[in-house]
């Protein structure tokens, strides 16, 4: 025991000295911390980095890659707290807007000429930007869409219209719907989560008219607006969907519609490359691709989501980290990208450059599709209704991730049949009045008999 | 016919536990096999079972992500916070079980009231404090945060099994002139020992498989394996393949490990269950 002992002390101790000594300081290169998220665009930019590596051999970089969630998570927790870890932070239009007003990030107004500020996408850039100043730099951005199988509408005769309606979307999937041969009329998110169920539903419910929250803050989930929008996704799904649809995500629905048991799916428009490409996907000759459908009210019915690189205000190297993500949205690096593995793999969405070159067109046949519902993304105007707040498939307030995500959880159950649509928006409501009166966005009834008394 | 019932009964009984096996330990040799598929058949339905085994995932893996500084600083953090977890953990419970005090009961259901708390309720006050200190993204922050979180468990499992050691042992020693220090070392612990052991051993499990603090307080130079798996989930794209063959290589040194000691393990466990 005792020999055991002194050996396990032994080797414990000289890395744990080593731990304690701190870093040795070998070389006078910048340490450069990103974090990032898991994707295949992201995985892409950790390969290349080794060439800004070469070019700027003053500068090291450190990749710190999560999933999304964590990554939210942790980044969040270190700028709140000052805590300094990071210099570059992927963060998405959601959070860059938040964390601007706070003083979290810093504001890019030196660009370089070369970069060309103007050829950024206009709505990317205005959803990355607060009181005027840019924020954080698209790395790729994305909207929704509607994807179908060419085949199975050609055979069920069908013609896809140029801009498609919910009404005639559920006709369509009663007709391709034929479960016997594995084939699902519809497939879309059921996964709860404000950035999964909810990213489709919101949209769902601005094109039909409603909104989140009214201008004094007051949620408006109980209104005839969000019923007929619920009561469609779940009645679609239910009659026309995979079964156990409630756990589908993005992930498990690429995996449906690239297997062919879909007929028609409407997701992030990121999907269009995965869906063309013949090495992952069994339908990549079948594909078809139209804008997002939609119903009373045409804004709001596309979503818009940028990936993008900030710097943090507690950055101990905010010139070279500049510099990265300047070189990381560059279009010399969309070129880069073109280079090594071909136009259909560049991050998409960012720059009009990229749509206009006829390499890009030539390879991508939903360039156009994706860069007109970019374009026509509203993030100030989702709804008919005049709303407090901006962004499509999300509120651009902190709570909203935590609102959001119970409201789906909600849906999620009445998807399975666990609650009525009625009960679900009932209790989604509750939720969310709960939170904005906890958060002082709305009185609360019995403060505000207090405060009469008072006053009398 | 009696002992024909009891045979029949122990098959039983042994089914029912290869059963239960079974199920406990197939979602690892799911994750297991779909590491040696290519992403489109590891989301193929239905389920292969039969297929080509690729290592192209374990070389994907490896090539995005330096596996062994993660698992070094694995090893380093669950077993720097269990020896440090003991070093307090064995005078606290010596001291609670042979000289107990009015309130010791009390305290060690205090001790153990403190798991009750969520972690993300402290998680803003311990990230400040470790910016303050400067072990933010340090294997010796890691290694003090893990020995608190275990040492309640930890004070609770010694306190038990030097329980178990008869007083009259240790009052003897006593009268053959033995200081404190050689009563613990020479004859205490000996008899305690394979408690001890699993107590250690549970210990390196529970901090080899934390995953909030280990997260939440580490970016690169401290991350342990926890942080490389999370580096390969994600919810845009097809990762199932490679986040299967990095969460096997992660947790391939525990097992291993948890197999080798499983009989210390078991017995520790059980050790005065029956008197």
């Given at each position: 025991?005792?020999?055991i002992?002194?050996f396990?002390?032994?080797?414990?101790?000289?890395?744990?000295?080593?731990?304690?000594?701190g870093e040795s300081?070998?070389?006078?290169?910048?340490?450069?911390?990103?974090?990032?998220?898991?994707?295949?665009?992201?995985?892409?930019m950790?390969?290349?980095?080794?060439?800004?590596?070469?070019e700027?051999?003053d500068?090291?970089?450190?990749?710190?890659?999560?999933?999304?969630?964590?990554?939210?998570?942790?980044?969040?927790t270190?700028?709140?707290?000052?805590g300094?870890?990071?210099?570059?932070?992927t963060?998405?239009s959601y959070?860059?807007?938040i964390?601007?007003?706070r003083g979290w990030?810093?504001?890019?107004?030196n660009?370089?000429?070369?970069?060309?500020?103007?050829?950024?996408?206009?709505?990317v850039?205005?959803?990355?930007?607060?009181?005027?100043s840019l924020y954080?730099?698209?790395?790729y951005?994305?909207?929704s869409m509607?994807?179908?199988?060419?085949?199975?509408?050609e055979?069920?005769?069908?013609?896809?219209?140029?801009n498609?309606?919910?009404?005639?979307?559920?006709?369509w999937?009663?007709?391709v719907?034929?479960?016997?041969?594995?084939?699902?009329g519809m497939?879309?998110?059921?996964?709860?989560g404000?950035g999964?169920?909810?990213?489709?539903?919101?949209?769902?419910?601005?094109?039909?008219?409603?909104r989140?929250f009214?201008?004094?803050?007051?949620?408006q989930l109980?209104?005839?607006?969000?019923?007929s929008?619920?009561?469609?996704?779940?009645?679609?799904?239910?009659?026309y969907g995979?079964?156990?649809?409630?756990?589908n995500?993005?992930?498990?629905?690429?995996?449906?519609?690239?297997t062919?048991?879909?007929?028609?799916?409407?997701?992030?428009?990121v999907?269009?490359g995965l869906?063309?490409n013949?090495?992952?996907s069994?339908?990549?000759d079948?594909v078809?691709?139209?804008?997002?459908?939609?119903?009373?009210?045409?804004?709001?019915?596309?979503?818009?989501?940028a990936?993008?690189?900030?710097?943090?205000?507690?950055?101990?190297?905010?010139?070279e980290?500049?510099?990265f993500?300047?070189w990381?949205?560059?279009?010399?690096?969309?070129?880069?990208v073109?280079d090594?593995?071909?136009w259909v793999g560049?991050?998409?969405?960012?720059?009009t450059?990229?749509?206009?070159n006829?390499?890009?067109?030539?390879?991508a046949?939903f360039?156009?599709t994706?860069l007109?519902?970019?374009?026509?993304?509203?993030?100030?105007?989702?709804s008919?209704?005049p709303?407090p707040?901006?962004?499509?498939?999300y509120?651009d307030?902190p709570?909203?991730q935590?609102?959001?995500?119970?409201?789906?959880?909600?849906m999620?159950?009445?998807?399975?049949d666990?609650v009525?649509?009625d009960?679900?928006?009932?209790?989604?409501q509750?939720?969310?009045?709960?939170?904005m009166?906890?958060t002082g966005?709305?009185?609360?009834?019995?403060s505000?008999?207090?405060k009469?008394?008072?006053?009398? | 016919?009696?002992?024909?019932?009891?045979?029949?009964?122990q098959?039983l009984?042994?089914?029912?536990?290869w059963?239960?096996?079974?199920?406990?330990f197939?979602?690892?040799?799911?994750?297991?096999?779909?590491?040696?598929?290519?992403?489109?058949m590891?989301v193929?339905?239905?389920?292969?079972?039969f297929?080509?085994?690729?290592?192209e995932?374990?070389?994907?893996?490896?090539?995005?992500?330096?596996?062994?500084?993660?698992?070094?600083n694995?090893?380093?953090?669950?077993?720097?916070?269990?020896?440090?977890?003991?070093?307090?953990a064995?005078?606290?419970?010596?001291?609670m079980s042979?000289?107990?005090s009015?309130?010791?009961k009390?305290?060690?259901?205090?001790?153990?009231?403190?798991k009750m708390?969520?972690?993300v309720?402290?998680?803003?006050?311990?990230?400040?404090?470790?910016?303050?200190?400067?072990?933010?993204?340090?294997?010796?922050?890691?290694?003090?945060?893990?020995?608190?979180?275990?040492?309640p468990i930890?004070?609770?499992?010694?306190?038990?099994?030097f329980?178990?050691?008869p007083k009259?042992i240790?009052?003897?020693?006593?009268?053959?002139g033995?200081?404190t220090?050689q009563?613990?070392?020479?004859?205490l612990?000996?008899?305690?020992?394979p408690?001890?052991a699993?107590t250690?051993?549970?210990?390196?499990?529970l901090?080899w498989n934390?995953?909030?603090?280990?997260l939440?307080?580490?970016?690169?130079?401290a991350?342990?394996?926890t942080?490389?798996i999370?580096?390969?989930?994600?919810p845009?794209?097809?990762?199932?393949?490679k986040?299967?063959?990095?969460?096997?290589?992660?947790?391939?040194?525990?097992?291993?490990?948890?197999w080798?000691?499983q009989?210390?393990?078991?017995?520790?466990l059980t050790f005065?269950?029956?008197?």
């Amino acid at each position: 025991m005792n020999k055991i002992t002194t050996f396990l002390f032994s080797v414990m101790l000289i890395p744990l000295l080593q731990a304690c000594g701190g870093e040795s300081v070998a070389d006078e290169k910048t340490r450069l911390t990103i974090a990032t998220v898991n994707n295949g665009d992201m995985v892409v930019m950790q390969d290349l980095s080794r060439k800004f590596e070469a070019e700027n051999p003053d500068i090291e970089l450190r990749w710190v890659v999560l999933e999304e969630n964590i990554l939210r998570q942790r980044t969040t927790t270190d700028v709140a707290s000052q805590g300094g870890q990071f210099d570059v932070l992927t963060i998405g239009s959601y959070e860059t807007p938040i964390w601007a007003k706070r003083g979290w990030l810093k504001p890019l107004d030196n660009l370089p000429a070369e970069y060309d500020v103007d050829d950024l996408i206009d709505p990317v850039r205005e959803g990355l930007s607060h009181e005027g100043s840019l924020y954080a730099l698209p790395f790729y951005a994305e909207s929704s869409m509607l994807y179908y199988r060419q085949d199975l509408f050609e055979k069920a005769g069908i013609t896809m219209a140029a801009n498609p309606t919910y009404g005639e979307v559920e006709e369509w999937a009663s007709k391709v719907h034929d479960p016997a041969n594995g084939v699902y009329g519809m497939c879309l998110r059921g996964k709860p989560g404000w950035g999964e169920n909810m990213a489709f539903l919101t949209t769902l419910v601005n094109t039909n008219g409603g909104r989140w929250f009214d201008m004094d803050w007051q949620p408006q989930l109980d209104t005839p607006e969000w019923e007929s929008a619920v009561t469609f996704y779940v009645n679609i799904l239910n009659e026309y969907g995979p079964p156990g649809a409630s756990s589908n995500g993005f992930n498990e629905n690429l995996a449906l519609f690239s297997t062919g048991k879909c007929g028609m799916w409407i997701d992030a428009t990121v999907a269009a490359g995965l869906l063309s490409n013949p090495e992952g996907s069994q339908v990549a000759d079948k594909v078809g691709f139209a804008p997002a459908p939609v119903e009373s009210y045409p804004n709001g019915s596309n979503w818009l989501w940028a990936w993008s690189l900030a710097i943090p205000e507690t950055s101990r190297s905010p010139e070279e980290a500049q510099r990265f993500i300047t070189w990381a949205t560059s279009k010399e690096y969309i070129q880069m990208v073109a280079d090594e593995s071909g136009w259909v793999g560049v991050p998409p969405g960012t720059r009009t450059s990229t749509y206009e070159n006829p390499n890009y067109q030539e390879v991508a046949p939903f360039a156009k599709t994706v860069l007109n519902s970019i374009e026509s993304a509203d993030v100030e105007r989702p709804s008919p209704l005049p709303t407090p707040y901006k962004g499509i498939q999300y509120v651009d307030i902190p709570e909203f991730q935590a609102i959001g995500t119970q409201v789906g959880q909600q849906m999620a159950e009445a998807l399975a049949d666990k609650v009525s649509v009625d009960k679900a928006i009932e209790k989604s409501q509750n939720v969310a009045e709960r939170f904005m009166r906890h958060t002082g966005y709305i009185e609360d009834e019995a403060s505000e008999q207090a405060k009469n008394e008072v006053e009398q | 016919m009696k002992t024909n019932n009891k045979k029949s009964n122990q098959w039983l009984i042994g089914l029912l536990g290869w059963l239960v096996a079974c199920i406990l330990f197939f979602p690892i040799f799911w994750m297991f096999i779909t590491s040696f598929k290519t992403e489109a058949m590891a989301v193929a339905t239905p389920p292969q079972l039969f297929f080509k085994p690729t290592l192209e995932n374990y070389v994907a893996v490896q090539e995005r992500a330096a596996y062994f500084n993660f698992a070094w600083n694995s090893v380093i953090i669950s077993v720097g916070a269990t020896i440090l977890a003991l070093l307090l953990a064995v005078p606290a419970a010596y001291a609670m079980s042979f000289f107990p005090s009015k309130r010791t009961k009390s305290t060690l259901l205090w001790m153990l009231s403190t798991k009750m708390l969520p972690s993300v309720g402290v998680l803003v006050p311990i990230y400040i404090l470790g910016r303050e200190t400067g072990l933010l993204d340090t294997r010796i922050g890691l290694i003090i945060i893990y020995t608190l979180i275990n040492l309640p468990i930890v004070v609770w499992m010694i306190y038990s099994f030097f329980k178990e050691v008869p007083k009259e042992i240790l009052e003897a020693d006593r009268m053959d002139g033995a200081s404190t220090y050689q009563e613990v070392a020479y004859v205490l612990l000996p008899l305690a020992l394979p408690g001890i052991a699993s107590t250690a051993l549970l210990s390196i499990i529970l901090s080899w498989n934390e995953a909030f603090w280990s997260l939440n307080l580490t970016t690169f130079d401290a991350a342990p394996l926890t942080a490389f798996i999370a580096s390969f989930s994600s919810p845009q794209g097809l990762f199932w393949a490679k986040l299967s063959a990095a969460s096997t290589m992660a947790i391939a040194p525990i097992l291993i490990f948890g197999w080798i000691s499983q009989k210390q393990l078991v017995r520790g466990l059980t050790f005065g269950a029956v008197k």
